[in-house]
């Protein structure tokens, strides 16, 4: 009878590599990301930070001996760094999907989908045409020139709840009409922009055909379908047997296992893990089952831990030598420009069509274009489909980090503008007002000072 060898395990070096740089990283990730929220910008800046100054932007060309002994260029020792960054993501995107307040696009109604859908489109639209434009040298070897600007395109129109909303919660706006508004309108883009990044993803996966672009759209919609009719209730179960358990581990199993096969069941679809790891975690807070508090000790440990490594994995692609260059420094400013105008001007339009003072609008613009944990995660996705080459995938961690932080002064100083126009329209000079109270603009109608809550 035949006897199977035995699987050989990980090396004893090997581990030891992988082990220090968790730790490296993670230290140096933790360090900089609460450096990062003392000077008031968020934590995500400074995590990028820890994996530049560790990969080829600085450690590299300083040190080049100690990086390649500590972050060797071996497939087999970066698959180990990069499993558990995309198990970080994971768990991440379904810890952000079971967060989502969808009665706030209810409450927001047809304001939150006017400033989402110009929001969208604008940028969407710029975005492609910008990925058209583009020098060829900015595109990875056998890339799809459309699908590279299809991609550009979901990248330039995304945005980031979890940044905007630390950022609301830290100027004391989250439950302000202006906070709540931004939140609804944050919510329809995060759906559609995951809905877009897996329809991309699987173009890039399995080319550009009539017979491909149909299936990219239609396994989606139908992923949404099954998840509404057939997923629910079983989440729904699961989560109220797991609930029966006094202690929160059942529960914080059960909601891992359920990501997990989610993202299994997408990606075995040629979409991306991300995409079902997304929807379940919509399904795991809309279930009506899950106790928040229950859920908080996973919540913590992703945000502290898996989190920050990713984003510092994320940063070790980043190549800051590049923009030294001047046709990748121009073409990271265009890009840079166009992302920033389409979702101002995007967004800006939405709230004037509804009725919103110009500062308003502004204020809507400002937290709209915060990009922040999402971009990362669309330029990781495309830099591992091949979509992205190290210098457009430096270009559009770039897009992430500025713009996200350019909402906090700009939307202070909107938003104190606004204040004081409608002030002087309800003639009531330096007291307490709340812009965006459409229709009738009553004063008062959310006050922070009055609520707790964290988005």
């Known amino acids: 009878m035949r006897t199977a060898a035995p699987v050989p395990t990980i090396g004893q070096h090997s581990l030891l590599v992988f082990l220090l740089q968790v730790a490296v990283l993670l230290l140096l990730a933790l360090v900089l990301g609460r450096l990062a929220q003392r000077f008031n910008l968020p934590a995500v800046a400074g995590e990028l930070c820890a994996g530049v100054l560790l990969g ?38 379904g810890v952000t999907g079971a967060e989502l307040k969808f009665a706030l696009v209810r409450r927001r109604g047809l304001t939150a989908a006017r400033v989402s859908i110009a929001g969208l489109l604008l940028p969407l639209g710029l975005g492609i045409g910008t990925g058209y434009l583009l020098p060829r040298s900015f595109l990875p070897s056998g890339a799809d020139p459309a699908v590279f600007a299809l991609f550009l395109g979901v990248a330039m129109c995304v945005t980031a709840i979890p940044v905007i909303a630390k950022t609301l919660l830290d100027m004391k706006l989250l439950h302000r ?9 944050g919510v329809v883009d995060d759906v559609v922009g ?20 149909t299936t990219a759209v239609l396994y989606p919609i139908g992923v949404v379908v099954f998840a509404l009719v057939v997923g629910r209730p079983l989440v729904g179960r699961a989560l109220r047997a797991a609930g029966r358990s006094e202690g929160p581990m059942p529960t914080i199993a ?29 399904l795991i807070g809309t279930s009506g089952e899950l106790d928040p508090a229950k859920l908080e000790p996973l919540r913590t440990t992703v945000l502290a831990f898996l989190a920050p490594l990713f984003f510092a994995t ?27 105008f389409g979702k101002f001007v995007g967004a800006f339009i939405g709230a004037r069509l509804s009725r919103l003072n110009r500062w308003e609008a502004l204020a809507l613009g400002a937290g709209m274009n915060s990009r922040g944990v999402v971009e990362v ?12 080459n190290t210098e457009t995938y430096t270009i559009i961690i770039l897009v992430a980090i500025v713009t996200s932080l350019m909402a906090p002064p700009i939307l202070r100083y909107a938003m104190t503008r606004a204040e004081e126009v409608a002030g002087a329209e309800l003639g009531l000079g330096d007291q307490h007002t709340d812009p965006v109270q459409t229709p009738d603009r009553a004063p008062g109608a959310i006050r922070v000072s009055d609520q707790r809550g964290d988005s």
């Open 254 to 282: 059960t909601a891992v296992v359920l990501v997990l096969f989610s993202a299994a069941a997408t990606q075995a679809m040629h979409l991306e893990a991300i995409f079902g790891a997304f929807v379940c975690g919509v």
């Open 194 to 213: 995951w809905f877009l990044l897996s329809v991309v993803s699987a173009m890039a996966t399995a080319g550009l055909t009539a017979g491909v672009v």
């Open 177 to 185: 009409d202006i906070g709540q508004l931004i939140l609804a309108a």
């Open 56 to 93: 080829p932007s600085v450690l590299e060309p300083l040190l080049p001996g100690f990086s390649d002994w500590l972050l060797p260029q071996k497939p087999d020792q970066l698959h180990l760094l990069d499993a558990v960054g995309q198990l970080g993501v994971l768990l991440l995107v």
């Open 377 to 388: 995660i669309v330029a990781m996705t495309g830099l591992r489909l091949g979509v992205l």
């Open 314 to 340: 994320a940063g070790l692609r980043m190549d800051l030598t590049a923009l030294g260059r001047p046709t990748v420094l121009g073409v990271a400013v265009a890009v840079l420009a166009v992302a920033i």
